[in-house]
């Protein structure tokens, strides 16, 4: 049994339906001793008042220390921590999440937490191949540390319903830019084979600036609920729907909590040929393009009554849980 401390902590969920830190603490505790599971969230603080109670410290996006509130006095405190846990023999495995800031774009800082994280982990914990190949190309010298663990699944909700479809498209999760909605749109009213598609998109947009550019785009056909829906409610609106779509435009993605759930609701996933996408694009609830104008071929395809669907989403699930996540982490890590 390993004593582990794992960040972020969160209290509760807020505006978010994304539950992995919970998920993550849950599988480590049947195993292992979380210290900060049952500690108030003191932000970087608790990384000092719980760091001699631990022995392996788990980093989840951790690169965004510095766009949080009092985010430069939070990084040096962060530089601290790491020559701490040099000093002290303490493991670092950080579970690399994104190969950028999807918000901030290409900046000094990120890249210079990614120069930090990359020189002070033991061990780099990545949910797709993508997130290799970006080691492999920008921190080569640090590629012996990374290992591809495909994101973890609880159970499924339900399965992909053959019959009558009052959407062709859901598009679902938080609005961002870096998402590509408006692309999408744009690519919708330009395109003969799609300009009668049925288009449901459900999220909160706090850009406004954006959330006017989508309302100003947005077809007759289609339809945007702003509005903060539990996965239950999204998973009614998915079984009505042929496909839940990916328009992410961003290549700092490398997996999706929303692609996650979108698979345990039983949706057939339309999503860009890069990441876990890519990864997951031989199984046949998945299927990518490398351009919007893939899509009309990709639809006019698909056969909903294709038994394999549901056997390899089953398989792969199966294979995918969160014990054995935490079970591949001891293997790495030697905990």
Same mark, same amino acid.
């Given at each position: 049994?390993?004593?582990?401390?794992?960040?972020?902590?969160?209290?509760?969920?807020? /505006?978010?339906?994304?539950?992995?830190?919970?998920?993550?603490?849950?599988?480590? =505790?049947?195993?292992?001793?979380?210290?900060?599971?049952?500690?108030?969230?003191? /932000?970087?603080?608790?990384?000092?008042?719980?760091?001699?109670?631990?022995?392996?410290?788990?980093?989840?996006?951790?690169?965004?220390?510095?766009?949080?509130?009092? /985010?430069?006095?939070?990084?040096?405190?962060?530089?601290?921590?790491?020559?701490?846990?040099?000093?002290?023999?303490? @493991? #670092?495995?950080?579970?690399?999440?994104?190969?950028?800031?999807?918000?901030?774009?290409?900046?000094?800082?990120?890249?210079?937490?990614?120069?930090?994280?990359?020189?002070?982990?033991?061990?780099?914990?990545?949910?797709?191949?993508?997130?290799?190949?970006?080691?492999?190309?920008?921190?080569?010298?640090?590629?012996?540390?990374?290992?591809?663990?495909?994101?973890?699944?609880?159970?499924?909700?339900?399965?992909? =319903?053959?019959?009558?479809?009052?959407?062709?498209?859901?598009?679902?999760?938080?609005?961002?830019?870096?998402?590509?909605?408006?692309?999408?749109?744009?690519?919708?009213?330009?395109?003969?084979?799609?300009?009668?598609?049925?288009?449901?998109?459900?999220?909160?947009?706090?850009?406004?600036?954006?959330?006017? @550019?989508?309302? =100003?785009?947005?077809?007759?056909?289609?339809?945007?609920?702003?509005?903060?829906?539990?996965?239950?409610?999204?998973?009614?609106?998915?079984?009505?729907?042929?496909?839940?779509?990916?328009?992410?435009?961003?290549?700092?993605?490398?997996?999706?909590? =929303?692609?996650?759930?979108?698979?345990?609701?039983?949706?057939?996933?339309?999503?860009?040929?890069?990441?876990?996408?890519?990864?997951?694009?031989?199984?046949?609830?998945?299927?990518?393009?490398?351009?919007?104008?893939? #899509?009309?071929?990709?639809?006019?395809?698909?056969?909903?009554?294709?038994?394999?669907?549901?056997?390899?989403?089953?398989?792969?699930?199966?294979?995918?849980?969160?014990?054995?996540?935490?079970?591949?982490?001891?293997?790495?890590?030697?905990?």
């Amino acid at each position: 049994m390993a004593a582990i401390f794992l960040y972020p902590k969160i209290d509760k969920v807020i /505006g978010s339906p994304n539950p992995y830190i919970f998920n993550f603490q849950e599988a480590l =505790s049947k195993k292992h001793q979380v210290v900060n599971a049952k500690a108030p969230n003191r /932000g970087i603080l608790s990384f000092f008042t719980h760091f001699f109670k631990a022995e392996v410290f788990i980093l989840n996006w951790a690169e965004t220390i510095p766009e949080k509130k009092f /985010g430069g006095f939070q990084k040096s405190l962060f530089s601290v921590f790491l020559g701490m846990a040099k000093l002290f023999s303490k @493991k #670092i495995v950080w579970v690399l999440h994104n190969k950028g800031s999807h918000h901030k774009g290409e900046n000094e800082v990120t890249r210079d937490m990614f120069n930090k994280l990359m020189r002070h982990s033991d061990y780099i914990i990545t949910h797709s191949n993508a997130g290799k190949d970006f080691v492999a190309l920008t921190y080569p010298n640090f590629l012996a540390k990374i290992h591809v663990i495909p994101h973890p699944f609880t159970e499924k909700l339900r399965d992909y =319903s053959i019959g009558e479809k009052k959407y062709d498209f859901l598009i679902w999760g938080s609005i961002f830019p870096y998402k590509g909605i408006d692309s999408f749109l744009s690519y919708l009213q330009s395109t003969p084979e799609l300009r009668e598609a049925k288009v449901l998109i459900i999220g909160r947009c706090t850009d406004q600036e954006y959330k006017s @550019k989508i309302l =100003s785009i947005l077809p007759e056909s289609a339809d945007y609920k702003d509005e903060l829906l539990s996965l239950e409610e999204i998973a009614v609106y998915s079984d009505q729907s042929r496909f839940t779509l990916f328009t992410y435009k961003s290549q700092t993605v490398i997996s999706s909590g =929303s692609l996650v759930d979108s698979i345990r609701m039983g949706a057939v996933v339309l999503g860009p040929d890069h990441g876990a996408f890519k990864d997951m694009e031989n199984l046949a609830f998945m299927h990518t393009y490398k351009d919007f104008n893939e #899509i009309p071929k990709i639809i006019s395809e698909f056969d909903p009554a294709d038994a394999q669907i549901e056997a390899d989403r089953n398989t792969f699930m199966k294979q995918n849980t969160w014990y054995n996540f935490v079970e591949k982490i001891e293997k790495i890590t030697g905990i």
